[in-house]
């Protein structure tokens, strides 16, 4: 059994994504699963697949809503699909939208899907607030309690602290580091200068907005018509800034480290909301319903390293062997699309697929070698585009996959960077 | 044949109602006289303690009275006897030895709603079929086997007279609320219940019809007292008058039947006024005419569209919209309504913004009315995809154009939609005005386009036009006659001319109400007028509501097509001229406040007549003579053109269309009420006197004179 037997590849046909707005803007009040609906039901109509054809629905998300936790069937459950398709979903942090569709290219390569849906969803102007454990406790406590006595003393208990909600932060629970101050981190261990980061941030901006304005970016977004009053609808990321300067950017202060630091909200993603959906079919069910492949998976790697280390530096160890799995070199590479958390963790990840260091903890004997930076992120990152994190990876797969298709380019190469020292790699070959 | 099986088991009879080759069940004499048989049976047998009612048909219990046998009734005295029979056969029920438990799981209506308030206790299934409702007023008559007497008992006088004088269903939640039921339980266990219950009454752990309504402050104030009693019944006829204006006879009879309950000196008697009542019903006009209605409906249902062999309709498991404007948003409501997906495309995103913002707004009524759930919204509204680009198009049965009424816009979109479409799709156009000939003439594939004439808003009104021409498939016509019934429309099929049928016959009738204008009639004597004969709102405040600018438009592309008799009136087209447009504009015949609000004639409109401001009395009669024949007349030449296929589909479209007086059946029907004879008299009469030849009687109306022929048989059953 192989993913690359002829006729049983795994074949994407279509990718949408709604557009990407910052958190509290825009999209706000539209919670993940309403922006994985979007998605999932443009993806149906545009790729124009029979929505009872599919066999299965896998879904993204790092953040699930407490009263709805598994986004991928209340997707699926969507009067548009007989309700028997079934669904899952998966948390791999930033990687959680790449978990799903490896999940569903799996069951397709172990013949027990021939069409799939995947991709991922997140809100981030929806977290859950969560009571402090003092409250909770007390609350459970109380709901037990038979008599209004022990209803009263269950809350007796409480501090004025417990009464302090709670909300996720972007830490790593083992090490208490939080995402920028990993960058930061890795900017120092790495050598990467502001300036680097500020060029990288600029040029991530500058590509995206030359992909809206020619409209390649705008064709993956299906327009959302935005509540309450529907006036209007939002066709195009609002992240992405046409006008920024590096003189603009160089102005901006260090957030993580005031004093020594380099990492900018300038030149890290922001907070985002989007979501965004693949269509995966098996190559000889796609050539005999008369669908078009737009690119064939062909191989895939994860990875992983300590947290404490260099938190967002495992797409360093998932590529080589990703690119190992497919049997080709980045000399075979014509494009590569690479997940920006930080500006910094790109140029780290960049430098470390040159060291030798880096290619024998991977298990290579070379290095992967320098990446052509005209081939890298031509269409702008997550820096510029958003990072709504259960979904950038189905984006990443979508834009890939076009933009190879546009260039006549046969293999591109992606990887996605992910909290608790994770990486991810996937080769994708043109149709 | 054996509609009704009985079983018995540990002394309870379980009596099963399924009426053999019918999908619901219905009391036809022979349904009655098999019942009777059974009482008789389980009285006598002493073993026998208590006895369960329940229906073999899934989501039925029963539909009401088969009223095929109401057309049998020659007199006054046959129905009042069928009313009787039935009276005795509920007093068995409700008063013999054995306690009968209604074990009601699906439609209650009517008979059948009579029958379970007869049986001394009530269980119902939750279930969205479960519905309670005497719908009797609805065909002109009232309820005739006890439902004016037992159910104001039941749930009390305001309940009662809410559903005895609307017809409206009730859905069991709210039946339970009423106390019309007593106890509410899942479908899987009816049937145990029922029985447990039957026990139950037999050994005396309950009582028979104990009354379970809500007696709060309101009841015991209205309800529960003689005073409060003759409020109500007072309130209730001025509504009724108010909002009947008089024209159905029915909803009288009904609240002097419930009145009769309270005063009447005995049971007896309240119950022998119903069946009095009952019959005088049975033998009015309205009960014909709205009879007739229900019947050609129902035909209509059954029709596929075209004569001959029907090939099967194509399934349509998603449609696409273009336009998203108030057509475009409203026909893409009522189809996600039915659970089919919409891709839903216009030019610009704010557009398609904008017409899902319609659309939610025509769903959100289902959810504020609670006849639909959260849930059931959000599942609505996600069944619309917006687009700006022919993307989704490829896998389309049905696409249907709501764009704007421009010949080459149309055209243009029709190009577009077939260049992304299959060989197989149909194109549907929504046109008022424009010919579909002319618009299919760009199309590569003409024999896959078809009019489909939708009526404003769409969620409302009943009636779509499907517009045929010479060159379309036969399974086209199936298919969009089908997926108009799926989308709850009635259906007509007309052939492709200027105004198609309902359009064209309105012309005339709003010119001539024009012409009354010129002549010097004042607007509101016209709309009281034709208000007075029954039509829902008179001609010229429809010109307002339409809009002048639509109004004058279509005005114009009829008296092009038809010339001097559809010449418009001076009145239209000077108001017009001076800029009014009726309640869009704030101004036209009437005058508006700023929220819109009609407040009676803008005085200062007759300044642009030469009539000027001195105007003229006319008797209504003459003006309604004028307005109707004018309409009656342009109905017969189009059944002479072949435009509508027969007097039937004229009738229902005249009526669902435009709001022609029910209780008249419709233009043919109104002929045919009159006299064929007569109404030619009457029209060369006008003829003799107006110019034009607009009252020139159709050929068609002259041959049947010569004949004394009618439309319909005078039986008033639809073959």
Known sequence: MSINEPGKRVAIVAGVRTPFAKAGTTLRSLSAIELGKLAVSELVHRSDVDPAAVDLLAFGTVIPSVLAPNIAREIALMPLFPKGLQAWSVSRACASANQAITDAADQIALGHATIAIAGGAESLSNVPILHSRGFSDALVAASKAKTLAQRVQAFSKIRAKDFIPITPAIAEPTTGETMGQSAEKMAKINGITREEQDRFAWA??????????????????????????????????????????????????????????????????????????????????????????????????????????????????????????????LKDIDLVEMHEAFAAQVLSNLRGFESREWAARAGMSEPMGAVDRDRLNVMGGSVAIGHPFGATGARITTTLMNELARRDGQFGLMTVCAAGGLGFSMVIERA | MTAVTLEVTDGVAVLTLDLPGESVNKFTPSVIEEFRALLTRIESDQAITAAVLISGKPGNFVAGADIDQFLEFRSAQDAQQASALGHAMMHRIEKGRVPVVAAVDGACLGGGLELALACS???????????????????????????????????????????????????????????????LVHPAILRDIAIARARDLAAGRIARQQSNRHHGARELLLDDNPIGRAVVLRKARETTTKKSKGHYPALYAALDAVAAGYHAGSEEQGYAEEARLFGEMAMTPVCRELMFLFYATTALKKDPGVTGDAPPPLPVDRIAVIGSGFMGAGIAAVTVMKGIPVRFKDTEAARVAKGIGAIRDVLRDGLTKRRITRQQFEDQVGLVSGTVRYTGFGRVPLVIEAVFEDLEVKQGVLRETESVTSDAAIFATNTSTIPITQIASAARRPERVIGMHFFSPVHRMPLLEVIVTPQVAPEVVTTVVAFGRRIGKTVIVVNDAPGFFVNRIL?????????????????????????????????????????????????????????????????????????????????????????????????????????????????????????????????????????????????????????????????????????????????????????????????????????????????????
């Open chain 2, 121 to 183: 206790y009530r269980v119902a299934a939750e279930t969205d079929k479960t519905v309670f409702a005497l719908p009797e007023v609805q065909l002109g008559l009232i309820p005739g086997a006890g439902g004016t007497q037992r159910l104001p008992r039941r749930v009390g006088l305001q309940a009662a007279l809410d559903m005895i004088l609307t017809g409206k269903n009730v859905r069991a939640k709210k039946a339970l609320k009423l106390g019309l039921i007593d106890e």
């Open chain 2, 507 to 719: 012309a005339p009738y709003v010119n001539e109400a024009g012409l009354l204008l010129d002549e010097g009639v004042a607007v509101d004597a016209i709309d009281r007028a034709m208000s007075a004969f029954g039509f829902p709102v008179g001609p010229i405040q429809l010109i307002d509501e339409v809009g002048l600018d639509i109004a004058g438009k279509s005005g114009a592309i009829m008296a092009e097509a038809f010339g001097a008799r559809m010449r418009p009136s001076e009145a239209l087209t000077k108001v017009l001229a001076a800029g009014r447009l009726g309640r869009k504009g704030k101004q036209g015949f009437y005058a508006y406040d700023e929220a819109g609000k009609r407040e009676g004639v803008d005085e200062s409109v007759y300044r642009l007549f030469s009539g000027g401001s001195a105007r003229v009395e006319m008797p209504a009669a003459d003006i309604q003579r004028r307005l109707s024949l004018a309409m009656v007349n342009e109905a017969a030449r189009c059944l002479d053109e072949g435009v509508v296929r027969s007097a039937r589909d004229g009738d229902v479209g005249a009526v669902f269309g435009i709001g022609f007086p029910p209780f008249r059946g419709g233009p043919f029907r109104h002929v045919d009420a009159t006299g064929v004879s007569e109404v030619v008299r009457q029209l060369e009469e006008l003829d003799a006197r107006h110019a034009g030849g607009r009252f020139s009687p159709a050929p068609v109306l002259r041959e049947m004179a010569t004949k004394n022929a009618r439309f319909y048989s005078t039986d008033g059953r639809m073959e």
């Open chain 1, 204 to 329: 991530s901006h500058h590509n995206a907005q030359v992909g809206t304005a020619d409209a390649r970016l705008t064709a993956e977004i299906v327009p959302v018509m935005l509540p309450p009053a529907y006036e209007t609808a939002m066709t195009s990321d609002n992240g992405i800034r046409a006008d920024s300067t590096l003189e603009q950017l160089a102005a901006l202060k260090p957030v993580f480290d005031r004093r020594y630091g380099t990492v900018t909200a300038g030149n890290a993603s922001p907070l985002t909301d989007g979501g965004a959906a693949v269509l995966l079919v098996r190559e000889d069910t796609a050539k005999s319903l008369g669908m078009k492949p737009v690119a064939y998976i062909r191989s895939y790697a994860y990875a992983a390293l300590d947290p404490g280390e260099q938190l967002l530096q495992a797409p360093v160890l998932a590529a080589p062997v990703a690119l190992k799995r497919a049997g080709l070199t």
